[in-house]
Nanobody
Framework: QVQLVESGGGLVQPGGSLRLSCVISGSIFHIDLMGWFRQGPGKERELVARISSGGSTNYADSVKGRVTISRDTAKNTVYLQMNSLKVEDTAVYYC????????????WGKGTLVTVSS
C-alpha cells in the first residue's frame, strides 16, 4: 500500500504564491510517476504537473511558466511551487502516485484546498 498526505493549501491573493507538499510512504519502490492534479468547482479533475522517477517533468499548458514540480527523494516528498496564482487556479489539489505495474495503478491523497481570491 501507498499513502499520500498533502499539505500547504490555503487562501492566497491573486498574484501570490503557495508551495504544496506531498509526503509519500509505504511500498513506494514500484512508483514510476508522481504528480499533482486539481479539481475546481464544477470541473473535472485535471493534471497539473508530473515528475517521473528519472526526473522528467511535464505540465498542463494552463500552468506552464508559473508552476514547478520537484521532489526530495531523501524525504519522500514531492512539491508543487505555484507562483502568479490566478482566481482560476482555485481548486482542491490532489497528490497522485502512479505505477506502471499490473496494467497501471494509481494512489491518491485526500487533497488540499487552494483558494485564490482577493
Amino acid at each position: 500500500q501507498v499513502q499520500l498526505v498533502e499539505s500547504g493549501g490555503g487562501l492566497v491573493q491573486p498574484g501570490g504564491s503557495l508551495r504544496l507538499s506531498c509526503v509519500i510512504s509505504g511500498s513506494i519502490f514500484h512508483i514510476d510517476l508522481m504528480g499533482w492534479f486539481r479539481q475546481g468547482p464544477g470541473k473535472e479533475r485535471e493534471l497539473v504537473a508530473r515528475i517521473s522517477s528519472g526526473g522528467s517533468t511535464n505540465y498542463a499548458d494552463s500552468v506552464k511558466g508559473r508552476v514547478t514540480i520537484s521532489r526530495d527523494t531523501a524525504k519522500n516528498t514531492v512539491y508543487l511551487q505555484m507562483n502568479s496564482l490566478k482566481v482560476e487556479d482555485t481548486a482542491v489539489y490532489y497528490c497522485n502516485a502512479h505505477s506502471f505495474v499490473s496494467g497501471g495503478m494509481d494512489y491518491w491523497g485526500k487533497g488540499t484546498l487552494v483558494t485564490v481570491s482577493s
